[in-house]
């Protein structure tokens, strides 16, 4: 069974610091990766996406991802309570199979 | 807006019965997946369709079934409902092929009783 591990949190951090979103996934062949927010009651809203090592940046947002050690990971720069949500990631296989995690529940304290 | 919608937003079906889920998406989107989503839970894979065709499947039964049309539109049929399969449900479409970047629709929140 493919894994996708996050830490459920929450991870509480002050209005305009960095908050570090973490993901491990099991499947070695993984070949790309994403980063969903989700408010609650509302459906997924795609951030991110990264296909090959390193960095990837985004306005406030980048995308590490490490193949070697199964990792990936997002870091939002000057948080705003308004990035208060839940963080998805999300994982595909070589055979179209999307797995995702259980999600990082993120606040932002003004 | 990702210009992926869903229908109905919400549905109230009893158990053993059959539903329909649809999903409507931007024109050129060939890509289009379904996911189940437990409240608290990241959404699981059920299927993808790629160009009208059954292209990966998660691990559902075979009573989870869907479709997709030439005006790029799918739908998710799901049988002999049971209680367990009360859940959020999401389509997520993508102009570039499977495996990149998916918008999801607003989702239908199925309730079985």
């Known amino acids: 069974q493919k894994e996708v591990e996050q830490n459920s949190g929450p991870l509480s951090v002050p209005e305009g610091a960095i908050a570090s979103l973490n993901c491990t996934y099991s499947d070695r062949v993984s070949q790309s990766f994403f980063w969903y927010r989700q408010y609650s009651g509302k459906s997924p809203e795609l951030i991110m996406s990264i296909y090959s090592n390193g960095d990837k940046e985004d306005g406030r947002f980048t995308a590490q991802l490490n193949k070697a050690s199964q990792y990936v990971s997002l870091l939002i720069r000057d948080s705003q309570p308004s990035d208060s949500a839940t963080y998805l990631c999300?994982?595909?296989?070589?055979?179209?199979?999307?797995?995702f995690g259980s999600g990082t529940k993120l606040n932002v304290k003004p | 807006e990702t210009g992926v919608t869903q229908s109905p937003t919400h549905l109230i079906k009893t158990r053993g019965q059959q539903v329909t889920l649809r999903c409507s998406s931007q024109?050129?989107?060939?890509?289009v997946s379904w996911y189940q989503q437990a409240l608290g839970q990241g959404p699981q894979f059920i299927f993808q369709y790629y160009r009208e065709e059954e292209n990966g499947r998660g691990n559902f039964p075979p009573r989870f079934s869907g479709l997709q049309f030439p005006n790029y539109s799918s739908e998710l049929n799901v049988n002999a409902l049971e209680l367990d399969d009360s859940a959020l449900y999401l389509c997520?479409?993508?102009?570039?092929?499977?495996?990149?970047?998916?918008?999801f629709g607003q989702g239908t929140r199925l309730t079985v009783v």
């Open positions: 997520a479409s993508s102009d570039r092929g499977p495996g990149t970047e998916a918008f």
């Open positions: 999300a994982v595909n296989d070589n055979f179209n199979k999307f797995y």
């Open positions: 024109s050129g989107h060939n890509t």
